[in-house]
C-alpha cells in the first residue's frame, strides 16, 4: 500500500525560473488536493480537483499558478516566474468519494516539496 | 468565513506529564468536520481524528483524547503521560460537511516533550 507521493522532495530555483511539482495520489482517491505551508503556519488551501475537474481555486493562487489533474490520476503543480515569496513548503493531500452528500473522510498528505527561491 | 484559532505557538512538558491542546474555531455552518492532524520533525502531516458537529461525544483513543464542545466551539486534544515521540507540531482544522471540502487549519502548536 503506498500513501500520497510528491516528487521532487525538494527544490531550488532562481527568481523568474518556471518550476513543476507532481503529486501522486492514492490511487483509488477521487479527490486531490494543493496546499502551501510556510514557516510557522498551518497549510493554506490552493485548489483541489474531484478527478480532472478543478473545482475550486483558492484566492493564494495567483495567475503564476496552474494545477492540472489531466486523467483524474496525477496532478501536477507549476509555478510561473518564481518570487522568493513563493518559497514554502508545497503539499499534496488525496481522499476517497465521501458517502452520500454530508459525508466528509480524512486527506492524506504527502511528504510536500519544498520549494526555495534564490 | 471559517477560522481556527490555537492559541498555543509552543508548549513544552516533561515526558509523562499530561498536556492539552487547545483549538477554539468560528463558522457560519449549522454542519461542519473537525480534524487533529500531527505533523512531526518528518515533515508529513498524519491525519489523527475527524468530528462532525452532530457528535459531541469526548473520544479516547489510548493515550490521546479529544473534547468537543459546541457551546464554547472549542476542540481540544489532551495527550496523557506525554511521550518524547509525542514531539511535534499538532494542528486543528476545521471544513465544511459538503464532500470533502478543503480544510481551514489553525497555525499549529509546538508539542516539546523532554526526557
Known amino acids: 500500500d503506498t500513501g500520497v507521493s510528491q516528487d521532487p522532495r525538494h527544490k531550488i530555483t532562481k527568481r523568474g525560473q518556471n518550476v513543476t511539482f507532481r503529486c501522486d495520489p492514492i490511487?483509488?482517491?477521487?479527490?486531490l488536493y494543493w496546499y502551501r505551508q510556510t514557516l510557522g503556519q498551518g497549510p493554506e488551501f490552493l485548489t483541489y480537483?474531484?478527478?480532472?475537474?478543478?473545482?475550486?481555486k483558492s484566492r493564494l493562487l495567483s495567475d503564476r499558478f496552474s494545477a492540472e489533474r489531466p486523467k483524474g490520476s496525477f496532478s501536477t503543480l507549476e509555478i510561473q516566474r518564481t518570487e522568493q515569496g513563493d518559497s514554502a513548503m508545497y503539499l499534496c493531500?488525496?481522499?476517497?468519494?465521501?458517502?452520500?452528500?454530508?459525508?466528509?473522510?480524512?486527506?492524506?498528505f504527502g511528504p510536500g516539496t519544498r520549494l526555495t527561491v534564490l | 468565513a471559517q477560522k481556527v484559532t490555537q492559541a498555543q505557538t509552543e508548549i513544552s512538558v516533561v515526558e509523562k506529564e499530561d498536556v492539552t491542546l487547545d483549538c477554539v474555531y468560528e463558522t457560519r455552518d449549522t454542519t461542519y468536520y473537525l480534524f487533529w492532524y500531527k505533523q512531526p520533525p518528518s515533515g508529513e502531516l498524519v491525519f489523527l481524528i475527524r468530528?462532525?458537529?452532530?457528535?459531541?461525544q469526548n473520544e479516547i483513543s489510548g493515550r490521546y483524547s479529544w473534547n468537543f464542545q459546541k457551546s464554547t466551539s472549542s476542540f481540544n486534544f489532551t495527550i496523557t503521560a506525554s511521550q518524547v515521540v509525542d514531539s511535534a507540531v499538532y494542528f486543528c482544522a476545521l471544513s465544511e460537511a459538503l464532500g470533502n471540502t478543503p480544510l481551514v487549519f489553525g497555525k499549529g502548536t509546538r508539542l516539546s516533550v523532554i526526557a
Open positions: 468530528r462532525n458537529s452532530f457528535d459531541e
Open positions: 490511487s483509488e482517491h477521487n479527490r
Open positions: 493531500a488525496s481522499s476517497s468519494k465521501p458517502i452520500g452528500t454530508s459525508g466528509h473522510n480524512e486527506q492524506f
Open positions: 480537483f474531484q478527478n480532472e475537474a478543478q473545482l475550486e
